[in-house]
């Protein structure tokens, strides 16, 4: 099918290597016009660093970057832009401290002159009511001030809007990583509507069924290299987990007797959500593991704050019995210290232990860094590397190492899985399940169905209250959405 088409973007045996590490070798790879490439692989494989390649962000060692038939030679992110290739980063970009109308305006310099923030409010609102009706933003609205999820609408709405430039081929970096399920689904509606009106898609997720679904071709990466390129219908799930070099597996459900017998055990938590004053009641046990459900946005993490802010002091409506840790979703802005070691951002939670007198000891932080480093499997060649270094994926497992190797007996976490990869996911899903065997009680707050197999009891979330509380046998992506949509029960 794709020789019949033209080519809109095509790399030639494309390099890139930081110090010793080589995120590209030797890379040919290429979109024609009207179609969706789904690319996967685990956390570190290049996926990311060669679509920055792509939008003009990277610079490539060697090799050839060719648009619509013409090799650039001086490719940049403005060369990009005006040849129609635009980029939704992994890590969003939007400007914290100016309004959504402003934050078009960046992508967008033809609006200009007197009433230029109208023009922009009007053209990313269409948008937005366009991707995501209902979405609930408005163009004035401060970006710092919105969710995670909205920021996420705003930042891929912001790609698709046009003005002079010409749009031919969107690269979406894990685009519903902070999306629930209902959200997710119009997104991916789009793109396919968009893909259908000639335009091209590169898609990166680490949910595999959202690739198996939506795109025409898969291209798999491991190690810097394409190791596979094949129509999507040749796939299926195990093929791809396969081919990216890893091992997919499902842990057997716990007995009921077994979940009873948690019940039955030490209460860690009970909780309200501040707007609920009667009903649903959320409790957690020593050794439990509660999913926190529901479209995002709906006072999740409120009450996972609210959790833990209560360890530290007495809190209306919210009892903690034991020391809690955070795992946040959002790791760049509440997660990572970006100036500090890898090492050092593990230690954060648990200085107590690492003194030596009055001064914190390097060695036992090295030790205990290089510790969890076996332990969750942390790729680096070195702990005292920035954090930055790292995959996001790998910058995940950091923080969860922070959290597992504290005295908290209780862990937060507020969504921490998005973009990573499937291989690293289930480490983590190991390791949470072998924590919880040894006391330790989860909060986890998921916009991923299927994580919430992995809990004993789901509380879902509307409008900030709680509706509706599933044991694990009851808990489907239909209920919890219909669950989503109804009234507390």
Aim: hydrophobic content about 40%; charged content about 25%.
């Amino acid at each position: 099918m794709s020789g019949t088409r033209e080519n809109i973007v095509r790399l030639d045996g494309v390099e890139k290597h930081f110090g010793a590490v080589r995120a590209l070798d030797g890379v040919d790879f290429h979109v024609d016009a009207g179609e969706c490439i789904g690319l996967v692989g685990h956390n570190g494989a290049g996926k990311s660093t060669l679509m920055h390649t792509l939008a003009g962000t990277l610079e490539p060692g060697r090799g050839r970057v060719v648009i619509r038939g013409t090799v650039e030679e001086a490719y940049s992110v403005v060369r990009a832009k005006r040849l129609g290739i635009r980029c939704v980063f992994q890590e969003l970009s939007l400007c914290p401290n100016l309004s959504v109308a402003e934050n078009t305006r960046v992508n967008h310099p033809a609006i200009r002159g007197f009433g230029w923030r109208k023009r922009s409010a009007a053209l990313i609102a269409a948008k937005l009511d366009e991707i995501f009706p209902d979405h609930g933003i408005d163009p004035s609205d401060i970006v710092s001030d919105l969710s995670i999820g909205k920021r996420q609408m705003v930042e891929v709405a912001r790609a698709f809007t046009v003005t002079d430039d010409p749009l031919d081929l969107v690269i979406l970096d894990e685009p519903t990583s902070s999306l629930d399920a209902h959200t997710a689904g119009q997104l991916l509606a789009f793109v396919r509507r968009f893909v259908a009106s000639g335009k091209s898609c590169i898609l990166i997720s680490h949910l595999l069924g959202e690739i198996l679904e939506n795109a025409d071709r898969i291209v798999v990466m491991r190690d810097g290299k394409v190791v596979a390129t094949d129509a999507a219908s040749s796939f299926d799930r195990e093929r791809l987990v396969s081919t990216m070099g890893g091992a997919d597996h499902r842990e057997k459900p716990a007995t009921q007797a077994e979940i009873l017998a948690r019940q039955a055990g030490p209460l860690r938590v009970r909780a309200r959500p501040a707007r609920q004053s009667d009903g649903v009641e959320l409790t957690a046990h020593e050794g439990e593991i509660i999913g926190l459900a529901g479209l995002a946005g709906h006072g999740q993490t409120d009450l996972l704050l609210a959790v833990f802010d209560a360890a530290r002091r007495r809190s209306q409506g919210v009892e903690v019995s034991a020391p809690v840790a955070l795992v946040a979703g959002d790791r760049q802005t509440d997660g990572i210290f970006a100036q500090w070691s890898i090492g050092k951002n593990i230690g954060i939670r648990s200085l107590a232990r690492l003194r030596n007198g009055l001064f914190i000891s390097s060695r036992k932080e090295g030790e205990m860094a290089e510790s969890w480093k076996k332990k969750i499997g942390i790729r680096t060649p070195d702990m005292n590397n920035n954090i930055l270094s790292l995959s996001g994926g790998n910058q995940q497992k950091a923080l969860f190492a922070r959290a597992l190797g504290s005295d908290a007996k209780i862990i937060l976490m507020d969504d921490p899985m998005r973009g990573v990869d499937i291989g690293t996911k289930l480490e983590v899903y190991d390791l949470i399940r072998e924590e919880a065997k040894g006391g330790r009680t989860f909060l986890w707050y998921t916009t991923e169905t299927d994580e919430l197999e992995h809990c004993d009891r789901v509380y879902v979330f509307r409008g900030g209250v709680i509706v509706a509380s599933l044991n694990r046998g009851e808990v489907t992506e239909e209920k919890v959405i219909q669950s989503s949509f109804s009234e507390a029960s």
